[in-house]
Structure formats: C-alpha cells, structure tokens
C-alpha cells in the first residue's frame, strides 16, 4: 500500500533520469524503507529485526530485497554484524527526512487557523453577503490573516462547480434537490417581499400581481433559478424573474437598491435588506401579493470531498456561527426540510 513513496527515493537519488521505470515502484514499499533505516542505525541484522519484533530470518528476506530494489549489496558482514556499503551512506543521508516527510503526510494534521496560508472560493448572494462577510473578515483578520477568502456572486451551476472544486462553499437559496455528495447547513430564512422606495405608490396597499406588474421591476440576478426549491411551492414567484418589457436586470445589489431609491421600480427579495440602516436606506419591504406556504429558505452547502479538510471546517464553523445554527443535515427530501426562522440582519 506504500509503494508510492518510492518516488521520493527515486526523486532524491536519481533525479537525473527524465523517465520513472514504474516496474521499479512495484519492488518497494514504505517497510521497506523503515527496515533500511533500522539496518543502518544498528548495523546489525539480528538487533534490526527485534526492533521490528520480526524473526532475523524474516529480516534477512527484507535485505534482499532491498538488495534487488537499489541494486547493491548495502551492506557487507564484518566481525560485528554488518557494514554499509557507499551506496547506503548515500541513501542513509536523506532516508531520515524522507521518512519524516512521509510521517507527516500521513498524520492527523494539526490545523492552526493563525498560521495557515491559502485560498477558498465561496459563492454566495449579495443578500447573505451583507449580513455574514463583515463579521466574517473580521474574524479572519485576527483569527487567520493567512487565509484569502474569494467571494463570487454571479456562477451557475453551483452544485456542479463545487463537485469539480471549483468552490469550496456556496452560500444560496435552497435547491429542490441535493445528492449525498453534498453537506448542507439549513440557515433558515424568511417569506420573500416587495421592496420599493419609501413614499412609492403601492405603499399602504394590499398588494395584487396584478398591482404590482403595472410597475416596472428590477431583476437581481440568482443563480441556478429553475433549481431552486422555492418554484415548487410558489411558480408565482418567478413572475417577477421572466422577461418584462422595461425590466432591469443586474447581479449588483446595491446598484438595483439606488435604483429603487430614485425611481417607482420594485424588486421582489428579501425583507431583512432594510434592517441594514446604510444599504436600506429609504428602502420599505412590502408584503408580497399573495399569502407563501414557502419562504426564502437558505442553505450553506460543500462536496463531502471536504468533510474531512480542517480548514474546510473550521471556516464552515465560523459561518455557521455567524449566521447561526438552526441544524445540519444530509439532503432535503420531502417533508424534511423545515429548518426554523432566522432573520439576517446585517
């Protein structure tokens, strides 16, 4: 199960060679090379063998092979025991470190969030973003200046793009349907409304489509649209995303906000956008026009090929804490996808 590792030997001691001969990696393994490293430090056959608690007999088998593998004698009998030849002076030099790197390969890692230094991808909404990325920077600039956080809001395909690893986190309204590749963290929601300026003409109504549709609307940009669970439970939903005469279509946030600000557009979104007192200035949620037996659920999502990455990890926790912690689960089925209200202040 070891025979990889002969590739670092082949890269220390035989660099010169532009080609690997696979066949030699099929002679060694990593016992092997831990049976080198006790003959060179005990010079002896017998004492080597009882530090691998294996018969000298046994012992005397594994220097064969390496024998075969390096193509040298190795060692030669002298009157205690044995002596190394050049050629395992020359591998004992490096042996040491090799096996320390491999060591370190294969251990739990030890994962130090203040000293880490990388890159990860997230996907998420503008909408998410105002209430979760400041907290978050701040978090990382004391707890992990070493890690650069890449947020994107306008990607399609977000399952697919996480699968390929693409992304390492998509932060988005929740889809109809996610495989067992994916973890999903259900971040609750709320039940979507009209946003307009404050002083618009719908203000104080009880809203119908067909009130609203005599305005003209702003369509922020969502990603993976025909995947999202909320069409199942409301269609209606998307009338305000199809194609409209005068309609204004953007994946900016706060451009679609100054927008409504200065003109009578509306723009079907979430109502915690007017909690934030900058970006919501001047800005009203209206009830929407028709009573949701769904609401805008939202979901923090990554491929199970990071389940076990601690730096995965430990920024889904910070996340999740951020937001909060209505609960994990594996996929949403029917009927199980019920997570409890949360409201996304910023």
């Avoid at 004992?92 to 390969?105: A, H, N, T």
């Avoid at 995303?241 to 979104?269: C, I």
């Avoid at 800005?283 to 389940?307: G, N, S, W």
Wanted: glycine share 6%.
């Amino acid at each position: 199960m070891f025979q990889m590792y002969y590739f670092y030997i082949i890269h220390e001691y035989h660099s010169y060679e532009k080609e690997m001969n696979t066949k030699d990696l099929s002679k060694i393994d990593l016992n092997l090379l831990i049976s080198l490293k006790f003959l060179l430090e005990e010079e002896s056959v017998s004492r080597a063998a009882e530090r691998l608690f294996i018969t000298q007999p046994a012992m005397s088998k594994t220097l064969s092979r390496l024998r075969q593998v390096f193509d040298d004698p190795l060692f030669t009998r002298g009157s205690h025991g044995v002596r190394p030849t050049p050629r395992a002076r020359e591998l004992q030099r490096g042996l040491e470190s090799i096996l320390l790197d491999i060591q370190q390969l294969v251990s739990p890692q030890n994962f130090d969030p203040s000293t880490y230094e990388g890159e990860l991808t997230i996907a998420l909404s503008e909408y998410l973003g105002l209430g979760l990325m400041p907290t978050l920077m701040a978090r990382l600039q004391f707890l992990a200046p070493g890690l650069a956080l890449k947020s994107v809001t306008r990607i399609e395909q977000q399952l697919d793009q996480l699968a390929q690893g693409n992304l390492d986190m998509a932060l988005h309204i929740t889809h109809a349907q996610y495989s067992d590749d994916f973890i999903c963290h259900s971040l609750g929601g709320n039940a979507p409304a009209v946003l307009a300026r404050q002083g618009h003409p719908l203000s104080g109504e009880v809203l119908t489509w067909e009130r609203v549709q005599q305005y003209p609307m702003i369509r922020l940009y969502i990603p993976d649209l025909e995947e999202l669970e909320i069409f199942k439970h409301s269609p209606r939903f998307g009338d305000g995303q199809g194609e409209r005469p005068g309609a204004f279509e953007t994946s900016h946030l706060l451009t679609a906000l100054e927008v409504l600000r200065n003109t009578d557009y509306v723009m079907p979104g979430p109502p915690h956008v007017v909690n934030n007192p900058t970006v919501g200035y001047k800005i009203q949620a209206l009830d929407f026009p028709e009573r949701f037996e769904y609401r805008l659920e939202y979901v923090l999502v990554r491929h199970r090929r990071t389940e076990k990455s601690p730096v995965h990890n430990w920024l889904w926790e910070q996340m999740v804490d951020i937001i909060g912690d209505p609960g994990t689960y594996d996929m949403p089925g029917p009927g199980r996808f019920e997570p409890p209200a949360l409201n996304l202040q910023a």
